[in-house]
């Protein structure tokens, strides 16, 4: 298929030139709803750092343990804001691989186009799933929208899911997600992963990844870990705290290799 041309899944106003994010990582983890621009770039990414997939398979690994964290402690409603497109081991997969989801109550939400048109796609017939379009920095629109306010119920405990895609957002974190905190009631979790954590990196490759993600839709800010951490606010983190993905509750017998390219992340619920 031509660099132009199109397939039928990619809907109106998809520019298949430009990489997108959410793309990329789909390919990085094996699917298949992505374009040749998305493609390169990635490749470029790991042919300049070659565990660079690493990075991508263990922020899924992180996703997987943190439902289930979650679902042992009794929470049934999930807000995924930046859901991306579904490939294996999404958020639906991991509640129903779990065996029960009576109550199961889950909205995804993605800016992505593509991302939007394959999780209706593919998430039709699951009932308990809604899928909106938004934009985390009009976190307010989301939180109110029609969709998710009949979907989700706030009077409840309600856990918010931004994993890779904060470092998107070029806003300042902590005001934005502040929003968060008018919505959701005590024992609500917020659980944030966050690439290019700046007191990570050396200058001079820092330079060289901002400059492959200036080329996406959606450009790469790097943040410190600790203006990382600040976003979660009022939120009190849960052990282990903000660390690298590998090292966040890890199942027996894992990989917990790390690498200073390595997203963060962490679990913090509302008092």
């Not at 374009?35 to 042919?47: C, G, H, I, P, V």
């Not at 492959?212 to 990382?228: Q, W, Y």
Request: aromatic share 8%; hydrophobic share 45%.
């Amino acid at each position: 298929m031509g660099q132009n041309m199109k397939p039928d899944w990619a809907g109106d106003g998809v520019d298949p030139t430009v990489p997108s994010l959410a793309r990329m990582y789909d390919y990085s983890l094996g699917g298949s709803h992505n374009f040749r621009a998305d493609r390169e770039l990635a490749e470029a990414y790991r042919l300049r750092w070659p565990h660079m997939f690493h990075a991508a398979r263990s922020n899924r690994a992180f996703l997987r343990r943190v439902i289930r964290y979650l679902l042992d402690r009794g929470v049934r409603q999930f807000l995924d804001i930046g859901s991306g497109i579904p490939t294996a081991g999404n958020v639906h997969e991991i509640i129903t691989d779990a065996g029960d989801v009576s109550g199961a109550r889950l909205v995804y939400v993605d800016i992505d186009p593509v991302a939007l048109i394959m999780s209706r796609r593919l998430l039709a017939d699951v009932e308990w799933v809604e899928t909106v379009q938004g934009d985390v920095r009009h976190i307010d629109a989301i939180l109110t929208d029609p969709v998710v306010t009949t979907r989700l119920d706030f009077t409840e405990p309600v856990a918010v899911l931004m994993l890779l895609m904060l470092h998107a957002v070029a806003d300042p974190l902590r005001p934005l997600l502040a929003h968060l905190d008018e919505h959701l009631v005590p024992g609500s979790y917020l659980a944030v992963s966050h690439s290019a954590p700046s007191d990570h990196y050396p200058p001079d490759e820092l330079a060289e990844w901002l400059a492959l993600a200036a080329r996406t839709t959606t450009p790469t800010v790097a943040r410190s870990s600790a203006e990382i951490e600040d976003c979660f606010g009022d939120f009190a983190l849960i052990e282990p705290g903000l660390v690298p993905l590998p090292l966040w509750h890890p199942e027996p017998g894992s990989d917990t290799t790390t690498y200073w390219y390595d997203a963060v992340g962490g679990v913090a619920v509302k008092p």
